[in-house]
């Protein structure tokens, strides 16, 4: 038997219960939200181009989707096991590790963005 077919506010549903799910239970969201706030609110003070906008968001989004990736992987990880696993801790590690990244990332782009702009109000 087929299943029915979903349509596409079932699967935009989905997936904004999804990311509501992710950020009202991972507190991980609780530092990547105020750091996007902020990120944003430095690019408006400091006056960013259009294409330095654009690598802000690409940051910002990638951050998040890194963690609500992660935070997936945890809570399948949850579902499923049933005592030690070695090969579970080693997934979430990694999936762990992809967010450190990310973020280490997404601190670069601060970095060259944001570094000479306020290194000119400082100085």
Known sequence: MN???RTWAGKFG???RGLFRAVASESSFAAHLPAAVLAVAAGWLLGLTPGEWCLVALAIGAVLAAETFNSSIEMLAKAL???PDER???ALDM???AV???VGTAIVVGIVLFGPRLVALVG
Do not use: E, H, N, Q
């Open 3 to 5: 299943a029915p077919k």
């Open 14 to 16: 989905d997936s904004f």
């Open 81 to 83: 096991d049933r005592g």
């Open 88 to 90: 579970i801790r080693d």
């Open 95 to 97: 999936a762990s590790g």
């Open 100 to 102: 450190l990244v990310t």
